[in-house]
């Protein structure tokens, strides 16, 4: 079982490296650099704080299209190619294949974000000409990002088991830019009456919270961050992905592949 | 030649002509509306809309507006403009997208408050900005002292001044001089010695070399002050005793005993006018003083200067 998931998960990455994924990073290295470079001749006292909103913004942005645009072709692709049937005859499961998928994209967009990651850190020693302690917690940014990456891959996963890749990108996109919102629209929610107030509510917990995620910002002024909301942020991210790839494998196990 | 060696070389000059012809055709169309610059329109000015619309990556987006605030301060101070419309909405953005961007308070208070041509000349401005930035921050002493410092150079509100100086002092790990200073302002504030202290504290207290930069401006405008003052009331006196003005600043200096004659922070003697005003020699050394200078004195325009 182990086995047939590592597979199609191992498959899963290489196919997005032949398919070039891993260029964004040349696109990333080239903005990050010329920020660096250019911020400080045309801006005041801020060349530290760009190299960290940018970086930490572009990781984040870059991974997100990535988890979108290769997400949502993982299964279509396969039914397309007819590639699908082939592994589906072999022993494994349907729930396997979206597993695997799952890691293989994940796998992919860590790899990524491990290499943004050296160059964020490399933008900014060109910038401060050493490191201090509080750019530690810019590692906590970047994991935050990452769990942002396993909620958008499950979701895209769960859109496109059952939907056309233009569509399952809308919605995937739509989520993730509610999810900006969620706690506007808890707060909305808290405001309305009725009938209303329970279905912004249920909205609300429905939607990813990517607000919560988000602490580059304050992560850029050297403010830390509770270890309670790294803790809260993971459970939750785990829950999540659990939830929406829980949906993917129910959808996918009755679709009618014929 | 092959064919497909043909089809490359065709479309490589192709490719090459146009890119030639685009920028060619921009420049013409340049020059046919040369005041048709983008730096005068906000497209969105609700920072509150603006920090919805960065969806979470409100720091990049603060970073965008202080940028774009300094450009925009720099390009009109650099043309001597009479206004800066939007410099204050930029601020605004730029506080509310970040509110611990303190670059943005410390300098847009600089930028807001002084009079043109060194500022917006919107002092209250200026105020309400330091406001949010302390509400935000309350914790950082220096943005008191940088509200302080607008009301006493720019406002002259004295007791409001005071008053920010005594609160600056009560912030934890304030620097001590707040104390002196809020003392000084209630004792002698307007004075000569108090605007020295002011920028000697700024000078001292600031790791920016652009505002060490601008203190030191301000001393030296403030030197020059202070010397055509006593210089000033020294030609009266020698007109009292004597019944004429002096010829030139060495009959003075020697009516004055003085040990020498009179210097101007950059080393030029000071010079008496026929009219026995008191003048520097070269009033463009000193942008930030207000005596000294010929009466019809105008800042050397830049090319562009309409803008």
Redesign the interface.
């Known amino acids: 079982m182990r086995t047939s998931i590592a597979y199609i998960a191992s498959n899963t990455f290489r196919e997005a490296v032949r398919d070039r994924v891993l260029y964004n990073l040349i696109a990333f290295a080239l903005l990050l650099s010329g920020a660096a470079i250019l911020?400080g001749q045309?801006?005041?006292?801020?060349e530290k704080?760009?190299v960290?909103?940018?970086g930490l913004?572009a990781v984040?942005?870059f991974g997100i299209v990535i988890a979108i645009f290769i997400g949502i072709g993982l299964v279509s692709k396969e039914i397309e190619k007819r590639t699908l049937y082939t592994v589906l005859s072999r022993p494994v499961r349907r729930w396997q294949f979206i597993v695997g998928k799952f890691f293989g994209l994940a796998g992919t967009l860590v790899v990524n974000t491990f290499f943004m990651a050296i160059g964020v850190f490399a933008a900014l020693f060109y910038v401060s000409h050493k490191f201090v302690k509080a750019d530690a917690l810019i590692f906590v940014a970047l994991y935050f990002i990452i769990l942002q990456f396993l909620i958008i891959c499950s979701l895209s996963l769960l859109f496109s088991s059952f939907s056309t890749p233009l569509l399952s990108a809308i919605f995937a996109f739509s989520l993730f830019?509610i999810g900006?919102?969620a706690e506007?629209l808890r707060n909305f929610a808290a405001m309305a009456h009725g009938i209303t107030r329970w279905l912004a509510t249920g909205a609300a917990y429905l939607v990813p919270n990517?607000?919560a995620f988000?602490v580059?910002?304050?992560i850029?002024?050297e403010?830390p961050v509770a270890g309670r909301l790294i803790l809260q942020n993971t459970v939750y991210a785990l829950f999540y992905a659990t939830m929406a790839l829980s949906g993917a494998v129910l959808i996918f196990e009755r679709r009618d592949l014929k | 030649m092959t064919s497909q060696s043909k089809i490359t070389v065709v479309s490589g000059i192709l490719l090459v002509v146009s890119l030639a012809g685009i920028s060619f055709v921009l420049h013409l169309e340049d020059q046919l509306r040369p005041q048709a610059t983008p730096d005068e329109v906000l497209f969105l000015s609700s920072p509150t809309m603006i920090k919805?619309a960065s969806?979470?990556?409100?720091?990049?987006a603060?970073?965008i507006y202080?940028?774009r605030a300094?450009?925009y301060f720099g390009y009109r101070h650099h043309y001597y403009a009479a206004s800066y419309n939007l410099l204050a909405p930029l601020l605004e953005i730029t506080a509310h997208l970040?509110p611990?961007?303190l670059?943005a308070y410390e300098?847009g208070s600089s930028f807001l408050a002084p009079p043109p041509p060194h500022g917006a000349g919107q002092p209250q401005r200026a105020v309400e900005l330091m406001q949010y930035g302390i509400q935000q921050n309350p914790g950082n002493w220096h943005l008191y002292y940088d509200l302080g410092f607008v009301y006493y150079m720019d406002l002259k509100d004295y007791k409001k001044a005071e008053e920010t100086f005594e609160r600056g002092s009560q912030v934890p790990n304030a620097h001590p001089f707040l104390k002196v200073l809020a003392a000084q302002m209630a004792q002698h504030a307007g004075e000569y010695d108090t605007a020295k202290m002011l920028w000697s504290a700024t000078y001292e207290t600031t790791q920016?070399e652009?505002i060490k930069e601008n203190a030191i401006e301000h001393l030296r405008a403030l030197r020059v002050d202070d010397d055509v003052a006593h210089l000033q009331e020294a030609v009266t006196r020698f007109g009292e005793h004597t019944g004429r003005l002096p010829a030139n600043i060495a009959e003075l200096a020697a009516a004055e005993h003085l040990p020498g004659i009179p210097l101007d922070p950059e080393g030029h003697p000071y010079k008496i006018t026929p009219e026995g005003r008191v003048e520097v020699r070269v009033p463009d050394d000193f942008p930030f003083a207000t005596r000294g200078l010929p009466p019809d004195y105008k800042p050397v325009p830049t090319p562009h200067s309409d803008h």
Not at chain 1, 42 to 46: G, R, V
Not at chain 2, 55 to 60: A, K, P, V
């Open positions: 911020v045309i801006s005041i006292e801020i704080l760009v960290i909103n940018l913004t984040s942005l830019v900006s919102f506007d990517f607000s988000n580059i910002t304050s850029a002024h403010q | 919805r969806l979470g990556y409100d720091g990049l603060a970073c202080w940028t300094v450009q970040d611990h961007l670059v300098f920016d652009q």
